[in-house]
């Protein structure tokens, strides 16, 4: 029986909101409430609260927010649910892990920075990898 829901099971397993909830409830959290405010408390970071609007403005920040939700997902999957060791950690591995690629992508557009990259880690998917 095909209901149409093929297309809502696709825009879940593609939406980045749904990953992330998916990626916190992997590491044990089960309270709808808890989950939830991590992850908005993840989308600030990311996006400066604004997910439905965000559009990096300069190459460093399309790869600085790269960056964040990569680093983010590899925490979440090793089971750490601590949102905000999490962002201190990315935060001060910045230096380290991003200076050497920003000074790559100085004065190239998002749109050049996106086929340097792998495809999963584009900016435009918003997926927790």
């Known amino acids: 029986m095909n209901n149409g829901t093929g297309n809502f099971t696709t825009l879940f397993s ?11 409830n992997n590491t044990g959290l089960w309270d709808v409430n808890e989950l939830i405010e ?11 609260g604004e997910y439905a609007n965000y559009a ?9 927010t ?3 939700i990569r680093m983010t997902g590899i925490h979440l ?8 060791k999490i962002i201190e950690v990315v935060e001060n591995s910045k230096a380290y892990l991003l200076d050497h690629l920003i000074e790559k ?3 190239k557009s998002i ?6 990259i792998e495809p999963r880690a584009n900016i435009n998917s918003f997926m927790i990898p």
Do not use: M
């Not at 593609?14 to 916190?24: E, F, G, I, N, P």
């Open 111 to 116: 749109e050049e920075i996106n086929a340097l």
């Open 66 to 68: 790269i960056h964040k």
């Open 105 to 107: 992508v100085k004065g």
């Open 56 to 64: 990096p403005q300069s190459p460093e920040e399309h790869i600085t």
């Open 14 to 24: 593609y939406d980045w909101r749904s990953k992330l909830l998916v990626r916190l």
């Open 38 to 48: 991590k992850a908005t408390q993840l989308e600030h970071y990311f996006f400066n």
């Open 77 to 84: 999957r090793s089971g750490c649910n601590d949102v905000d």
